[in-house]
């Protein structure tokens, strides 16, 4: 197993399954619980390094899918890797490409070599192996990389995604074996983290993520989640997933989520998350505080002089009063969505943040319940 | 006269009628010559005001029609004016609305007590009089505001130009009488500026300019050029205007232009200027260099590691490499265009500031020709 990602678990909360630790990778330390903004083409949606840094974000995701097909992965390699050609300068983790495979290309067909797909941009066809997505994934040089692995739909019937979990499984062991070959062509190491599928069937889960352990990566991912299925499914498959990963390895719940989804997953034991929440619906103008999610377009901001969220420190917040915003969303001006996200993932980042210090101190039930109260109950973000 | 605005004439160009002065507003000093990017809807599109100060703008444009249609003038009054509303602390200078009811709407009609004319949002029917505009103008605050005027197409008979340049000299008059009136509504003393209007007749230009500088403005602009004249035409028009013009009082060329324009125009004894080209062209990935315009959408850009201008001290040129811009504009990233804008306003502001520096030096005119010959003959901004 390679050494490019240490995990230190540095706090547990003595009334959860919540944690608190730190990886460190060849660019930087990554404190956990934490939200990584999603940076699909390269850019996170409207904004730069320095906004993302003054956001607090310590880690951004890359998509393989779109930057595989545009600009392409051999002139990443060639601009410096993800880290050169965008400028970022922290850790990144890149998907495998596999969720955008089957959620926006048509005509894509399985098979046990791996998946043949049309690209969304031009129609052009392309196959996805678990060794060719190890290529592309160590042609960008992200800190972090997924394995290629089928997302079930949900619902998904048993026999499903009793043989797509086993397929799942031996892409696994493919990606593996070809990213311990590819070794001497990293400029800095890269972690593999593995991706638990198995829908909402208990039994391929614990099998998937034994297997999986067996293995051994520098991490562990919940995949398949966040796709439709109910609140319960989804604390049901983490808890049981939880109690086959090693306490001294990072776990990723992929594509969630909502603040209540990320404040529920924390307290399950997970310590990474990703989703384009908050940059999709900070650029449509929904935005989050701690009162809850206002839509900036609402009448009832017309006037209001107050910021967003008074406790945020965003530079929008700072800056501009919530009639302004409306203005400029109205108005169909591109600062409206680039404060939106601004602000969005400052919120998103921040209430990880916030997480990680309750479980600190020791207090994370307290705080996630005083949170989900003034979250809850306080709709449409009115101020004090 | 207010004293909103004072001018100091600083020093003049031995070989030219170039000129570099300071204005003094309510809001801070103004540098001249100067470029003000236009914020047409109170934004300069994709850009804070920390954006706007980076890139070293020390005034900024409101359009009155836009602002007058939406968010509305009365709101942005209550919301402590446009400098409150936009939170930009340092001089506005908001135009009549007139160019845009002439270029916008649809089924306008122009009467000697002013100009009915169709929203371009929702075809809801107003009615401009230099009266009305006076009130918009002061409900929005800008430290400089322009008259309601004509601005005439190109070319344009005798017989109409006439007619129309005699109007606007009764609308400024009329604009003159009320803005006085309006004295104690005002938050800030506001400079009213004359505009110059007579299409490209000289005998009209002449009796207009007299007529102006007898009834006392803060500022004297010249409007009716940059919409499709020769450059011959416009060179014609600003020097016999000026030659009409007081030594003390600040000159605005109104709606100008390329940088060739500007030298030329700077050259002519102009000092103020704004135009949409580089934010408009910014979007659209036409970028400003010392070495001429470039298309970032380019191929020949597609892995060149160089920064659009190695000189440039934006953002954009100290992060990010052209193949990543153009990245982001062929994938509709709104980060292209952000960054395209922030490069190009950088660009016009640090234009005018070379030339004042030049007109300090006394040496605008050799300035001038080297300035114009880098510009010119290193097409297609290839770096050294």
Redesign the interface.
């Known amino acids: 197993m390679t050494q490019a990602l240490l995990f230190d678990l540095v706090a547990t909360d003595p009334g959860s399954n919540a944690r608190a630790g730190r990886m460190t990778t060849p660019h930087g330390t990554v404190h956990t619980p934490v939200f990584m903004p999603v940076g699909t083409?390269?850019?996170v949606?409207?904004?730069?390094?320095?906004d993302l840094e003054d956001a607090d974000a310590e880690i951004i995701l890359g998509n393989t899918y779109?930057l595989f097909l545009?600009?392409g992965h051999e002139?990443v390699r060639?601009?410096k890797g993800l880290h050169g050609?965008?400028?970022w300068n922290r850790p990144i983790l890149t998907d495998s490409g596999g969720y955008q495979v089957f959620s926006l290309t048509d005509l894509k067909k399985i098979t046990e070599e791996g998946v043949t797909f049309q690209s969304h941009i031009d129609g052009s066809r392309h196959l996805f192996t678990p060794e060719s997505v190890m290529e592309i994934e160590t042609a960008l040089g992200a800190d972090i990389v997924m394995p290629l692995d089928e997302c079930t739909p949900y619902p998904c019937d048993y026999d499903y995604a009793r043989k797509s979990a086993a397929m799942t499984l031996r892409w696994a062991e493919r990606c593996r074996k070809r990213f311990d070959e590819l070794e001497n062509l990293r400029a800095a190491p890269q972690a593999l983290f593995g991706i638990v599928q198995g829908s909402a069937y208990e039994d391929l889960r614990a099998e998937n993520a034994r297997t999986l352990v067996e293995m051994g990566f520098d991490g562990y991912a919940i995949g398949g989640l966040s796709i439709g299925e109910p609140k319960s499914t989804m604390g049901n498959v983490i808890d049981l997933t939880v109690g086959y990963l090693p306490q001294d390895r990072p776990r990723y719940l992929m594509g969630a989520g909502t603040p209540e989804d990320l404040i529920d997953a924390v307290g399950r034991g997970l310590d990474m998350f990703d989703c384009v929440i908050p940059t999709r619906e900070g650029r449509n103008g929904a935005l989050y505080t701690r009162f809850g999610r206002i839509n900036i377009n609402n009448a009832r901001f017309?006037?209001d002089?107050a910021p967003v969220d008074e406790a945020c420190p965003c530079?929008a917040c700072r800056?501009?009063?919530r009639?302004?915003l409306r203005?400029?969303y109205?108005?169909g001006?591109?600062?409206g969505?680039?404060?939106g996200t601004l602000h969005n993932v400052t919120f998103f980042v921040g209430l990880a943040r916030q997480m990680r210090q309750a479980i600190l101190n020791g207090v994370f039930a307290a705080w996630s319940q005083a949170f989900l109260h003034t979250y809850n109950t306080r709709k449409g973000g009115e101020t004090e």
Chains 1, 2 share one sequence.
Do not use: D, V
């Open positions: 083409q390269g850019t949606k409207t904004l730069t390094p320095a779109h545009r600009p002139l060639r601009m050609f965008i400028n017309k006037e002089p530079y800056t501009f009063s009639a302004y203005h400029l109205h108005a001006e591109i600062l969505p680039r404060m």
